[in-house]
């Protein structure tokens, strides 16, 4: 039988009147913490829709760490969205990768994890209207999810969690000049940059297990996966959300077959991710009734916050050259490849057990609010393989330099009716007035790190973005042609109770609906100070408690001295001189073919 044409009504299992208790839609993150969490109860039915496919363990383009280039924009494993022209970036579109396999955005990502700083979730606490989304109640559920990453008792880190981390280990020549160049640059080398504190640099936790990408899939849902009450579905694309009245009842989905299927439950929870969840509550009639109505969707109930709000993260990389033949580059030489993956996948050691960004930190702007607002990590590789970077087979290290706070905002968009048609996504990058000056000063400082003593032995130039980019206008052209996402979305379904909230902080219900609840990176009310995929957790951690009825964790944030003194702010001096290079040029949608991803 021929698969029905998008769009088309074609409902072949009709809708079954035991159903689940509970639909997850969505296996990344937050799904696979759910379907955890809920089944943990054996009485509770589950049924996890994924619209990607599985997360083979023997599939190395997924499970080992340094191949984490090879999934971001393969069909196979990435939606592969792209941004409408945005206005700050001369029109450019962007590329936005996100998970479409089990596990998410989690089995694709830089595996970094960062928690964030304690300002953000304060941040939600008033934002969201809810004290129980301050840092003190949500650091708890940080603790919960942490495995061991090697802290000491009492430094507030959690140590028997189900999401293994590892840190660093950040050795060899170039580490080494960075943490002396980030002390010579006036700033610290701190234990651990997941502490309250979060200023300064440390080498950086990892999900990796045993050489492997620690997926929450790997750490939260294969291991239980064989209880009686979960059932996952793999391939299964849910085109919207089934309502009576504004009761929901369950979802209707597609599956490899083209094949259309309705299932009933007495929940629907929402773990799509920040670009699909706006996009599925579009469909299904919860949004903009304006909107709505001129694509022909029957308005179930008038949300104007769905898909508003939008954030993202804006990222650059500053990239030099290595005089000596200690980078990583040397793994590029594919005759090496097959020694790099046995010793990952049989000793978890080496180059392929880890993201080549092992160390990073946050610093203040001159424009800061009284928390660090950029982020900088550094590789010992120059990854970026397009045209304006060093050729691939020369040394080199470079440095991600992300801005890490803006007011930013922007939105989530279905253009039609049909699921399959991908929604419009703008960020609206630099059209906060503060972005200018962060990024002007971000760079700066980025480039006087870069300029210390402790790199001049291995330093051979800059090449990105090159000597011929001085001035602050020229900075800030060189960012508006070739900065790229964070690939942190978030905020699309905020929580709050205003006007444009979308999502209860209390019950992580959709206001104004019945049976549907949103767990996600949509409902951050505010995008956070780091990496997005901690919080996340943390936030379906969190949500899981609230959707049970347990009694919250109990608050209790270790009282615990700052590690090392906060340093006097320093004053960025003029960027050192460089050598030439040719000028950047636009770069091409990530191949899936290169053995780094490039943006993260
Ligand atoms: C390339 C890349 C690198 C990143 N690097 C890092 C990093 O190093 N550190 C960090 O902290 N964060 C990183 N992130 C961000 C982080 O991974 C995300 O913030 C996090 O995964 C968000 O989790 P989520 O559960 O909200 O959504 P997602 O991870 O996006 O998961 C959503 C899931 O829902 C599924 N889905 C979507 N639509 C449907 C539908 N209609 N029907 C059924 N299923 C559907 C998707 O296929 C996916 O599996 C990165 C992200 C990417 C893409």
């Given at each position: 039988?021929?698969?029905?044409?998008?769009?088309?009504?074609?409902?072949?299992d009709?809708?079954?009147?035991?159903?689940?208790?509970?639909?997850?839609?969505?296996?990344?993150?937050?799904?696979?913490?759910?379907?955890?969490?809920?089944?943990?109860?054996?009485?509770?039915?589950?049924?996890?829709?994924?619209?990607?496919?599985?997360?083979?363990?023997?599939?190395?383009?997924?499970?080992?760490p340094?191949?984490m280039?090879?999934?971001?924009?393969?069909?196979?494993?990435?939606w592969?969205?792209?941004?409408?022209?945005?206005?700050?970036?001369?029109?450019r579109?962007?590329?936005?990768?996100?998970?479409?396999?089990?596990?998410?955005?989690?089995?694709?990502?830089?595996?970094?994890?960062?928690?964030?700083?304690?300002?953000?979730?304060?941040?939600?606490?008033?934002?969201?209207?809810?004290?129980?989304?301050?840092?003190?109640?949500?650091?708890?559920?940080?603790r919960?999810?942490?495995?061991?990453?090697?802290?000491?008792?009492?430094?507030?880190?959690?140590?028997?969690?189900?999401?293994?981390?590892?840190?660093?280990?950040?050795?060899?020549?170039?580490?080494?000049?960075?943490?002396?160049?980030?002390?010579?640059?006036?700033?610290?080398v701190?234990p651990?940059?997941?502490?309250?504190?979060?200023?300064?640099?440390?080498?950086?936790?990892?999900?990796?297990?045993?050489?492997?990408?620690?997926?929450?899939?790997?750490?939260?849902?294969?291991?239980?996966?064989?209880?009686?009450?979960?059932?996952?579905?793999?391939?299964?694309?849910?085109?919207?959300?089934?309502?009576?009245?504004?009761?929901?009842?369950?979802?209707?989905?597609?599956?490899?077959?083209?094949?259309?299927?309705?299932?009933?439950?007495?929940?629907?929870?929402?773990?799509?991710?920040?670009?699909?969840?706006?996009?599925?509550?579009?469909?299904?009639?919860?949004?903009?009734g304006d909107?709505?109505?001129?694509?022909?969707?029957?308005?179930?109930?008038?949300?104007p916050?769905v898909?508003?709000?939008?954030?993202?993260?804006?990222?650059?990389?500053?990239?030099?050259?290595?005089?000596?033949?200690?980078?990583?580059?040397?793994?590029?030489?594919k005759?090496?490849?097959?020694?790099?993956v046995?010793?990952?996948?049989?000793?978890?050691?080496?180059?392929?057990?880890?993201?080549p960004?092992?160390a990073g930190?946050?610093?203040?702007?001159?424009?800061?609010?009284?928390?660090?607002?950029?982020?900088?990590l550094?590789?010992?590789?120059?990854?970026?393989?397009?045209?304006e970077?060093?050729?691939?087979?020369?040394?080199?290290?470079?440095?991600?330099?992300?801005?890490?706070?803006?007011?930013?905002?922007?939105?989530?968009?279905?253009?039609s009716?049909?699921?399959?048609?991908?929604?419009?996504?703008?960020?609206?990058?630099?059209?906060?007035?503060?972005?200018?000056?962060?990024?002007?000063?971000?760079?700066q400082?980025?480039?006087?790190?870069?300029?210390?003593?402790?790199?001049?032995?291995?330093?051979?130039?800059?090449?990105?973005?090159?000597?011929?980019?001085?001035?602050?206008?020229?900075?800030?052209?060189?960012?508006?042609?070739?900065?790229?996402?964070?690939?942190?979305?978030?905020?699309?379904?905020?929580?709050?109770?205003?006007?444009?909230?979308?999502?209860?902080p209390?019950?992580?219900?959709?206001?104004?609906?019945?049976?549907?609840r949103?767990?996600?990176?949509?409902?951050?009310?505010?995008?956070?100070?780091?990496?997005?995929?901690?919080?996340?957790?943390?936030?379906?951690?969190?949500?899981?408690?609230?959707?049970?009825g347990?009694?919250?964790?109990?608050?209790?944030?270790?009282?615990?001295?700052?590690?090392?003194?906060?340093?006097?702010?320093?004053?960025?001096?003029?960027?050192?001189?460089?050598p030439?290079?040719?000028?950047?040029?636009?770069?091409?949608?990530?191949?899936?073919?290169?053995?780094?991803?490039?943006?993260?």
């Open positions: 039988m021929c698969a029905p044409a998008e769009g088309e009504e074609d409902v072949r009709e809708v079954s009147a035991t159903g689940y208790d509970v639909l997850i839609v969505g296996g990344g993150p937050a799904g696979c913490i759910l379907a955890n969490r809920l089944t943990a109860d054996p009485s509770v039915r589950v049924l996890l829709l994924e619209a990607g496919g599985p997360d083979h363990w023997w599939d190395l383009r997924i499970q080992l340094l191949a280039g090879f999934p971001v924009g393969n069909r196979n494993f990435d592969r969205y792209e941004s409408e022209p945005e206005p700050g970036l001369g029109s579109r962007l590329h936005h990768p996100r998970g479409k396999v089990l596990g998410g955005s989690s089995s694709i990502n830089g595996m970094i994890y960062q928690r964030g700083h304690r300002a953000d979730y304060d941040r939600w606490g008033e934002e969201a209207g809810a004290e129980a989304w301050d840092y003190a109640h949500c650091e708890p559920y940080f919960r999810l942490e495995g061991n990453v090697g802290e000491p008792r009492g430094t507030g880190r959690g140590r028997s969690g189900p999401q293994a981390l590892n840190r660093g280990p950040a050795e060899g020549p170039i580490f080494d000049a960075f943490f002396e160049a980030v002390q010579q640059a006036g700033y610290q701190v651990d940059i997941n502490d309250d504190a979060q200023e300064g640099f440390s080498p950086l936790d990892q999900a990796v297990k045993g050489g492997k990408r620690a997926s929450a899939a790997a750490s939260y849902l294969h291991p239980v996966e064989n209880r009686p009450n979960l059932d996952v579905h793999c391939n299964a694309t849910v085109s919207k959300v089934l309502f009576e009245g504004t009761r929901a009842v369950g979802v209707r989905y597609r599956d490899k077959n083209g094949e259309t299927h309705d299932v009933r439950a007495s929940e629907t929870i929402l773990s799509a991710g920040a670009i699909a969840t706006p996009q599925i509550l579009q469909l299904s009639g919860v949004g903009d909107h709505l109505r001129g694509l022909g969707i029957p308005v179930v109930h008038h949300l916050g898909g508003e709000s939008l954030q993202d993260h804006l990222a650059v990389h500053i990239q030099h050259r290595c005089v000596q033949p200690v980078s990583m580059s040397e793994i590029r030489n005759a090496k490849w097959p020694g790099v046995l010793d990952a996948v049989l000793f978890g050691k080496g180059p392929g057990s880890r993201n960004m092992q930190g946050f610093v203040s702007s001159d424009f800061a609010d009284g928390e660090p607002d950029l982020m900088f550094l590789a010992p590789l120059a990854m970026h393989s397009a045209d970077s060093v050729e691939v087979s020369a040394h080199g290290y470079q440095m991600h330099v992300g801005v890490m706070q803006s007011q930013a905002r922007g939105s989530v968009k279905i253009a009716p049909i699921p399959a048609v991908h929604p419009k996504v703008v960020l609206n990058f630099l059209s906060d007035p503060k972005d200018r000056d962060r990024w002007i000063n971000g760079i400082r980025a480039r006087h790190l870069l300029g210390q003593p402790a790199f001049r032995h291995l330093d051979g130039g800059e090449t990105l973005p090159g000597p011929h980019v001085r001035s602050d206008e020229e900075i800030m052209a060189w960012v508006r042609r070739t900065a790229r996402v964070g690939l942190h979305v978030a905020s699309s379904a905020p929580m709050g109770r205003g006007e444009m909230a979308v999502v209860d209390d019950t992580m219900r959709v206001h104004g609906v019945d049976g549907l949103v767990v996600d990176a949509s409902v951050m009310p505010s995008l956070t100070n780091a990496n997005t995929l901690a919080p996340t957790m943390m936030i379906a951690e969190k949500a899981a408690d609230i959707i049970i347990n009694t919250p964790l109990p608050v209790k944030l270790p009282k615990r001295p700052r590690l090392v003194e906060p340093p006097e702010p320093s004053i960025v001096p003029p960027a050192p001189a460089v030439s290079s040719a000028p950047a040029q636009p770069t091409a949608y990530p191949s899936g073919a290169s053995l780094f991803a490039d943006s993260w």
